[in-house]
């Protein structure tokens, strides 16, 4: 069976500072896996996703993420936060013929002046 | 382009009641899954939709069904209503399910409450 395991679920930095969320896979398969963001009372927006071509994928906002098989990560990260970027962060993963997105339980990121 | 959209936004019920979301995708999608994301957890899959079948289930009760229509929107009912059921309901939609898989688009959600 397929799961992520997100460390932390409130996270906070400086404007400016690294962001640094982590995510772990379980997977008897490849996976791809997935970042996305959820802002409050809203739907969930596709950061960026990894499907076994290059292993550091670039997003949106200036996110990024490295899928480290030895490790079994898929962390994400950002060079300098922006209090924008405050919101929920969900990583997921999809196995082998399966389609369905399996989530962790989100990271709460707080962005401080 | 219109992206996916949900409705209701917001819903209210009460223990015992049935109730129906309705989700229609993006353009160009021709398939439909729903999650389940109750507050504070991860979103939880339902059941996915494709050429008006049901393809895949997730570890949810009978009394969440639903039904995909030709021109590719989808409904979600859930009967019997109970507390727990309260939640956010997401609907995603995609291309057709292949390797690597179609990245997945969501809606804005519906909100559930039941009393």
């Known amino acids: 069976a397929q799961s992520v395991t997100q460390l932390g679920s409130h996270v906070s930095v400086s404007e400016g500072a690294l962001v640094l969320l982590r995510c772990n896979y379980s997977?008897?398969?490849?996976?791809?896996l997935f970042w996305y963001v959820q802002y409050p009372n809203q739907g969930l927006q596709l950061l960026l996703k990894?499907?076994?071509?290059?292993?550091l994928v670039k997003g949106i906002n200036g996110f990024e993420a490295e899928f480290k098989k030895s490790e079994t990560s898929f962390h994400l990260t950002k060079p300098s936060a922006h209090m924008s970027d405050a919101a929920e962060y969900f990583c997921?993963?999809?196995?082998?013929?399966?389609?369905?997105?399996?989530f962790g339980t989100g990271t709460r990121l707080q962005v401080t002046l | 382009d219109a992206g996916v959209t949900q409705s209701p936004t917001h819903l209210i019920k009460t223990r015992g009641q049935q109730v129906t979301l309705r989700c229609s995708p993006k353009s160009g999608h021709d398939t439909v899954s729903w999650y389940q994301q109750a507050l504070g957890q991860g979103p939880q899959f339902i059941f996915q939709y494709y050429e008006e079948e049901e393809r895949q289930r997730g570890n949810f009760p009978d009394r969440f069904s639903g039904h995909q229509f030709p021109n590719y929107s989808s409904e979600l009912n859930v009967n019997a209503l109970l507390l727990g059921d309260s939640a956010l309901y997401l609907c995603?939609?995609?291309?057709?399910?292949?390797?690597?898989?179609?990245?997945?688009?969501f809606g804005p959600g519906t909100r559930l409450t039941v009393l």
């Open positions: 997921a993963v999809i196995t082998g013929t399966a389609s369905k997105l399996t």
């Open positions: 997977s008897s398969v490849p996976p791809y």
């Open positions: 990894y499907t076994s071509a290059a292993t």
């Open positions: 995603a939609s995609s291309l057709v399910v292949g390797a690597p898989p179609d990245t997945q688009y």
